[in-house]
């Protein structure tokens, strides 16, 4: 299955584990709570996964990569102990608790979350000296002689024979004991998280473009070449800094993080073509609603490869301002609750009380852990608008102003995103009608989670228009057929300086 796919079963399966009776027992006893084992390629987003299923059922995340483990780190160290057996005094051997164990108690005490995940990478690679320990630990839920706590589900993750020559196959005895998933590599389904992660555009439009590049793992004479999705995203991250620094990436660049000499050679040639067309095609003019004659017969003239660039150019562009609005609009929603609790308890509630209960909500919530790194943000920007209008000495009047203007600030904000994105649509019929092209756009506005929010929130009729009037499923076969055949041919040409 794929990741997306596999993420739902965990969740399912953390939920079951979880849930009570009456009585407050775990309808699932312990003894009954296989341990999940989830197997896949490397660099697919077994672990991101992990964290994102934590914060979704609110439980605590202790994770480890086994391999980097040695005996004592996981099973604790010996000690002896004088015990006495009958009228007898012996020296018995014990041991010390567990560093994994020991983790999880030290995450239960730090967050207040009393029930979690486990997780344990590369299980299945480990040395010879472990081995016996994870198979212990997968077949009891112990390490040494201290049990995973109760709450605590075990997820494991682990490579294919085919991907690590460590791999150590598990015995029937063991396999019957585990819940396995099975993961492949799957471009739609990533695509979906990088828009939401805020993958750089011109990423996503190359692998549009050469979706076998998207997971490739070779092994040639000079050893393995390999391209992965975790590669990308971090080629992703890279590239966003470069631009601001105006620096390069080039192929020796790319190679530094796909590592695979053909496809950073053929996407480094894309990335210097991409950013060609952002200036040849005068993008930001277009997202203004800004072209001429000429601009269209020179892109009429282009070819298909040429012109699904420049739908990436304009989807990249597009995404960045929905994402800014979402930001602006959770903000602006959790500012208006706060300031509906300060109205409805005056006079006894100060402008200070309220600052500091929304200082505490934060404090609060960071420390659970549970937060990702855009509801951290919306936090910090809420609690930084109340302290500054503390600061200003703001009376409730003076705050609620204050608040209206940011509420404003929104609505100006969704007003010329509204229109951005009708003058996308009306060049996008000048250019091209109801074409592949207008196709391959849509696919991506309803790929992207921040464009479907904002359309479903403010509307598009031209949206509604072309995603309903189009033979969608057959269309958005035919230009995928198409970008397969694109792929076949040559390379990326590399761009004149």
């Known amino acids: ?50 964290e994102q299923i934590a914060r979704e059922c ?3 995340l202790v994770s480890y990569t086994i391999t980097h483990h040695t005996r004592q780190s996981a099973v604790g160290l010996p000690f002896i102990k004088e015990k006495t057996f009958g009228s ?44 016996p320990m994870m198979l212990q630990f997968l077949q009891g839920k112990t390490f040494g002689n201290q049990k995973v706590p109760e709450g605590w589900v075990i997820v494991t993750a682990g490579n294919p024979p085919e991907y690590n020559k460590s791999v150590r196959e598990f015995d029937v005895v063991t396999l019957d004991r585990i819940k396995r998933i099975d993961v492949q590599p799957d471009f739609e ?49 890279l590239i966003q800094v470069y631009e601001t620094l105006n620096k390069e990436v080039d192929r020796e660049v790319v190679y530094q993080y796909i590592q695979h000499p053909m496809v950073a050679k053929d996407f480094a040639s894309y990335l210097a073509l991409y950013n060609k067309y952002k200036t040849d095609y005068a993008v930001e003019d277009l997202l203004q609603g800004k072209w001429t004659p000429i601009t ?52 006894e509630m100060t ?27 919306v936090f910090i920007r809420t609690v930084n608008f109340f302290e500054n209008e503390i600061s200003e000495k703001g009376t409730y009047e003076q705050t609620k102003t204050a608040f209206t203007a940011e509420a404003d600030s929104l609505e100006t904000q969704t007003e010329y995103i509204s229109k951005t994105l009708q003058n996308v649509f009306d060049f996008m019929e000048a250019a091209f009608g109801d074409s592949q092209e207008m196709v391959a756009f849509i696919t ?16 598009s009729d031209q949206y509604y228009r072309h995603n309903k009037g189009l033979l969608f499923d057959n269309r958005q076969k035919q230009i995928l057929g198409q970008m397969e055949e694109l792929e076949q041919g040559n390379s990326f040409p590399p761009v004149l300086k």
């Not at 800014?324 to 609750?337: H, N, Q, R, S």
């Not at 991506?444 to 509307?459: D, H, P, T, V």
């Open 58 to 60: 609110k439980v605590g």
């Open 296 to 347: 269209l017969g020179k892109i009429r003239n282009a070819s298909l490869d040429e012109h699904l660039s420049i739908v990436g150019l304009l989807n990249g562009k597009l995404s960045q301002l929905f994402a800014d609005c979402y930001f602006m609009d959770a903000y602006v929603t959790k500012l208006y609750g706060y300031m509906t609790e300060y109205r409805d308890n005056l006079p």
């Open 351 to 377: 402008l200070e009380s309220i600052y500091k209960k929304a200082e505490n909500d934060f404090q609060t919530a960071k420390k659970s852990e549970l937060l990702t790194k855009n509801e951290e943000k």
């Open 189 to 237: 389904v990533w695509k979906e998280y990088a828009y939401e992660q805020g993958i750089h555009p011109a990423v996503i439009s190359y692998l549009e473009l050469r979706r076998k590049n998207f997971y490739r793992m070779e092994n040639t004479v000079d050893g393995r070449i390999f391209a992965t999705a975790r590669g990308w995203e971090d080629l992703s991250r």
């Open 444 to 459: 991506e506005l309803n790929a992207n989670y921040y464009s479907l929010w904002f359309i479903r929130e403010n509307g």
């Open 1 to 50: 299955m794929d990741i997306k796919r596999a993420k739902q079963e965990i969740k399912d399966s953390i939920e079951a584990y979880l849930a009570k009776d009456e009585f407050g027992e775990y309808l699932i006893p312990a003894i009954r709570q296989r341990p999940i084992l989830l197997m896949g390629a490397p660099g697919i987003g077994k672990t991101q996964i992990m």
């Open 88 to 131: 007898e005094s012996f020296s018995v051997t014990e041991y010390t608790m567990s560093e994994i164990i020991a983790s999880v108690y030290e995450k239960m005490e730090k967050t207040d979350l009393r029930e979690g995940i486990l997780f344990i990478d590369e299980i299945n690679c480990v040395s010879e000296t472990l081995a």
